[in-house]
């Protein structure tokens, strides 16, 4: 099986690389396209904040080149605030505003949050309720649109939510 190796970074808006890799003066709405122009992904933190407008997307799809993929994360407001429970109008919404990215559009990536011991020492060992919520999720998921799952908790990295996650082919 042959595999292919994206580089990329988890943003490209970082008004700190100017000088390091933008050029000095550089504005925001060139730095996109100076970032497309030497790698082909990266990892989109805006839509984690708000849902964007299919005219920003399309923007997107403008400023890289035919091979590029980016990933964009889902809202917070599906993976933190709704912890993925009657968020089914949203993912919706969601994925209609990503549509004009077309082909560009890499696999999405579903950020969840970390669970400290002290909040709930159960669920921070064993994950089982983020695993349930996240299996009712994915019965929900559409096919053919790609996710990644990101979880902050390493003790939930094991047989119980790789299975699941395999199964799904998430």
Not at 10 to 26: I, L, N, Q
Not at 38 to 55: G, H, K, L, Q
Not at 74 to 92: A, F, K, Q, Y
Request: glycine share 8%; aromatic share 12%.
């Amino acid at each position: 099986m042959a595999v292919q190796l994206r580089v990329g970074t988890s943003s490209w808006s970082s008004a700190d690389w100017k000088g390091v890799f933008y050029p000095e003066g550089a504005r925001p709405d060139s730095f996109l396209g100076h970032y497309a122009g030497r790698y082909d992904t990266v990892e989109c933190d805006a839509t984690f904040y708000r849902i964007p407008s299919p005219a920003m997307v399309r923007n997107w799809h403008a400023r890289t080149p035919d091979d590029f993929l980016l990933s964009a994360k889902l809202p917070r407001e599906i993976t933190h605030d709704r912890g993925m429970v009657d968020c089914g109008d949203l993912v919706s919404e969601f994925l209609a505003a990503m549509k004009p990215l077309e082909g560009k559009q890499g696999p999405l990536v579903a950020q969840f949050p970390y669970v400290a011991k002290g909040r709930d020492a159960a669920e921070y060992e064993t994950g089982n309720d983020f695993r349930e919520r996240l299996d009712r999720f994915l019965d929900q998921w559409p096919a053919g649109v790609r996710l990644v799952v990101e979880v902050r908790n390493a003790k939930w990295i094991g047989p119980p939510l790789l299975d699941l996650l395999r199964e799904r082919q998430v």
